[in-house]
Every structure is written in C-alpha cells, then in structure tokens.
C-alpha cells in the first residue's frame, strides 16, 4: 500500500487530494506551515507534518521524507501570487527543486507535480507576474525531467470549487 507525502498539504488541491485517498485508505502525510492549520489536516485524515520550502534544504527535507516512509511525493505547493515574483521563484521554482532532490536523497521514486496550463488565461492580459509564474512552472517541469525520479506533470487550467463533471 502507498504512502503518499503531500508538500503544500494544506492547500485546495492537497485538500482535496487528502480526502480523496483517506477514502480510500491510503496513508497520507502532509505538509503545512501554519500551525492553525494543524488540526484540519489531521481531521481531514493526514498526518501533519511542520515544514517551510523557504527553510528547507534538500538533506532537511529528505530527513522529513525518510521518516515519513513516504513512496509518492506530490509537490501541490505554490506561493498563489502572494510575495510577487521572488515567492513564486522561491516555492514554485526552489521549493520544486528542492523536493524532487529531497525525494531521491529519500529513495523515493515518485513524483507528481501539480504545474499550470501554459494557455490557461491566454485572452487575458495576466501581467509580468503571471508570465513569471508560467515560466517557473515550465522551469520546474523541465527540472524533474533531468531526475531520475518517475515523475508525472499535471496542467490544470484555472481550478473551481464545483462538483467534478468527469467531462475533459
Ligand atoms: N488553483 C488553481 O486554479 C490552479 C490552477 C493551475 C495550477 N495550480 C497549481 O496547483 C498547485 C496547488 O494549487 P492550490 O490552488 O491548491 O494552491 P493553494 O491553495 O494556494 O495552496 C498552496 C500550498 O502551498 C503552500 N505553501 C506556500 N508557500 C509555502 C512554503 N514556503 N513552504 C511550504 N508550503 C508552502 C501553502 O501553504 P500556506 O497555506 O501556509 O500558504 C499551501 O498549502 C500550485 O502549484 C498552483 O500553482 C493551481
């Protein structure tokens, strides 16, 4: 049975990602960095576990991931445009570093990075900071390429809150 760390546990997508596996009885470990939200993830059904990208390395983190005994990361982190550019180079970008070299430091074979749709939005103008958020998505994308970890790439568009409609 997997094991399956979550970093950005306590974000929508990590949310909802935890209760869909605690349904199905896979244990789930997830990383949060606000005390306050301690207590939710763990009624939600994961173990919280207390941990900040920006104060990470990747011999920190693979520490946390060994005790952890994870066998899938999922790296569901992102700074949301709060903190402007340098956030989102510092968590979207380092942070998924970071992980993915934490994870094969921790003989974890598994990766999944939640990353964005390059043409989600394209009608709009979404401003310099958009632009930087998609180039450190891709950034990162291509970084986990260079692994030898097994990863998977998700592109959502622009995520709601609705009932899923199973329809693509
Ligand atoms: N929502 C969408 O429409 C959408 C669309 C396409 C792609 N995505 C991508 O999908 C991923 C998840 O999205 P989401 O909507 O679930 O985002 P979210 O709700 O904003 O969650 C982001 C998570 O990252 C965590 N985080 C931020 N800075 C961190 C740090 N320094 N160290 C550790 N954790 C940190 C947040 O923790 P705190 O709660 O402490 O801030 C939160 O748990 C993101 O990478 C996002 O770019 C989202």
């Known amino acids: 049975m997997s094991h399956v760390f979550i970093v950005g546990g306590s ?8 209760q869909k596996l605690h349904q199905r009885n896979v244990a789930v470990t997830a990383m949060y960095r606000d005390t306050s939200q301690k207590a939710e993830l763990e009624e939600l059904g994961a173990r919280p576990v207390f941990a900040d990208l920006t104060k990470s390395s990747p011999d920190s983190l693979k ?38 070299l934490a994870a094969e430091k921790a003989g974890i074979r598994k990766l999944i990075l939640v990353s964005a749709f390059p ?13 930087n958020y998609m180039q450190v998505k891709k950034k990162s994308e291509y970084f986990l390429t260079k692994t030898q970890l097994d990863w998977i790439v998700l592109r959502p568009g622009t995520l709601v809150n609705d009932i899923g409609t199973v329809a693509v």
Not at 11 to 18: D, E, M, S, T
Not at 70 to 80: K, L
Not at 119 to 131: I, M, P, S, V, Y
Request: aromatic content about 4%; cysteine-free; hydrophobic content about 40%.
């Open 11 to 18: 974000g929508q997508v990590a949310r909802k990602v935890i």
């Open 119 to 131: 043409e989600a939005g394209r009608t709009k103008d979404l401003g310099d900071n958009f632009e």
């Open 63 to 100: 520490d946390i991931l060994k005790i952890s005994q994870a066998d899938i990361v999922v790296f569901a982190a992102g700074a949301g445009g709060k903190g402007g550019q340098e956030a989102t180079n510092l968590v979207d970008g380092n942070g998924l570093e970071i992980t993915a």
